[in-house]
């Protein structure tokens, strides 16, 4: 079914006056740099649109994997057809990349996501999920519940573990206690305000004055028709990138006087490389993710360690507000899982020597190791047995054979 036949077949309706959501909305969103910040003017600053494109790009390419409880492990199970990593299909009009793109995407810009189900299997699971703009989600509180409105018409209920019938799955970016969540725009909107006046500011400096990087000065005073020759001459043989690094020779005294920048245009400089850096504090996305490179020394001096800091600290938040989410929608026991092994596979290399270690250590068991990669136990000896080093091993443990 398709979202618009969904609503149209809809019955409950009711009308809101959709003027009181937006009374004094620009006089909220505007800043002390005088531009209102709100999600569609603060994905202009290229620092934005960085910091989401990588977080939302990251996570929409990992597949999602679901898994059973057992007594004492995990084992993997076959997920929803929505769910699959390859024909995965939310609904008729999404496939599974972009319906997560646009999850990722909502609660970065506006620290809200809502999924909407609009089908079900023949055991009640949501079997199409829909993406609403949070621009049209509204919230009302009921008798003391959540009752969730699309366009200020249709009311929904909200769908948790103890609301299964809920039609209404709402993910929070930043939780403060209300019923929306806070999204790093409305948070640093004062940073992400200076942000566009600068970029702003820059447009206008580069579009309407000349930024000179030297003069030619002159011993004499040339004629109009000197300059204009000398000017024609100068430019034909070294404007343009074809031309950088060419020799230049000036005649009859004349002399090349490069220009710096002066303190302010340095300051300008600087503010910009400040607002950018907390703009990326905002998101929590290292700089180097979005192509700053200056820092990255600081943070690790190799991919496999720069991968593990984007993850722990930009994108597992993201990973585990999504997988709860997902895990809603499972038959009970059941949990959804995003794999990040892509992302940290040189990570593994790691995982497995240190895994090595514990075993010929004789801390670590087979089944153990195999418990932590999700794996299901071996049904042997081996599986719950444990390497004993003979060094180690006193005299009264040593086997006769091996003290003869």
């Given amino acids: 079914m398709r979202l618009f036949d969904y609503f149209k077949t809809t019955s409950e309706t009711r009308d809101l006056d959709a003027s009181l959501f937006n009374l004094g909305l620009e006089d909220k969103n505007k800043t002390s740099s005088g531009k209102a910040v709100d999600p569609s003017s603060a994905i202009q600053s290229a620092t934005v649109y960085s910091c989401v494109s990588v977080i939302a790009d990251s996570i929409a390419t990992m597949p999602v994997k679901t898994f059973r409880k057992t007594q004492d492990h995990r084992e993997p199970t076959t997920a929803p057809q929505f769910l699959d990593a390859i024909n995965g299909m939310p609904n008729p009009e999404t496939d599974l990349f972009t319906w997560m793109h646009r999850t990722i995407n909502s609660l970065c810009l506006y620290g809200n996501s809502f999924w909407l189900i609009t089908a079900r299997d023949r055991n009640g699971f949501p079997s199409e999920v829909y993406n609403l703009h949070p621009d049209d989600v509204q919230i009302e509180r009921k008798n003391g519940k959540a009752i969730y409105l699309y366009n200020g018409k249709e009311s929904f209920t909200r769908f948790t573990v103890f609301n299964p019938a809920g039609e209404i799955i709402h993910i929070k970016n930043f939780e403060q206690g209300s019923d929306l969540g806070l999204s790093p725009i409305e948070a640093g909107s004062e940073a992400i305000g200076n942000a566009l006046a600068q970029d702003e500011f820059a447009g206008k400096f580069f579009s309407n004055g000349a930024v000179l990087s030297g003069v030619i000065e002159m011993n004499s005073t040339p004629t109009e028709e000197q300059l204009?020759?000398?000017?024609?001459?100068?430019?034909?043989?070294?404007?343009?990138?074809?031309?950088?690094?060419?020799?230049?020779?000036?005649?009859?005294?004349?002399?090349?006087?490069?220009?710096?920048?002066?303190?302010?245009?340095?300051?300008?400089?600087?503010?910009?490389?400040?607002?950018?850096?907390?703009?990326?504090?905002?998101?929590?996305?290292?700089?180097?993710?979005?192509?700053?490179?200056?820092?990255?020394?600081?943070?690790g001096s190799s991919i496999e360690e720069q991968n593990r800091i984007f993850y722990e600290l930009t994108l597992l938040p993201y990973i585990n507000r999504v997988e709860t989410a997902l895990t809603m929608m499972l038959p009970r026991n059941q949990f959804a899982r995003i794999d990040v092994s892509g992302l940290l596979r040189a990570n593994i290399k790691a995982r497995y020597e240190s895994y090595n270690l514990g075993r010929n250590a004789g801390f670590l068991s087979v089944n153990e190791i195999r418990a932590k990669e999700d794996l299901p136990p071996v049904d042997s000896e081996i599986g719950d047995s444990y390497l004993q080093n003979l060094n180690q091993l006193s005299v009264e443990d040593t086997p006769d054979d091996q003290t003869e």
């Fill in 228 to 299: 204009r020759i000398f000017k024609q001459s100068f430019n034909r043989k070294h404007q343009g990138s074809k031309q950088a690094h060419n020799i230049g020779i000036l005649t009859e005294g004349a002399s090349w006087k490069p220009l710096a920048l002066n303190h302010e245009q340095m300051q300008f400089l600087q503010s910009r490389k400040y607002t950018k850096s907390e703009i990326c504090g905002l998101f929590r996305v290292p700089a180097y993710m979005i192509g700053d490179l200056s820092e990255t020394t600081k943070l």
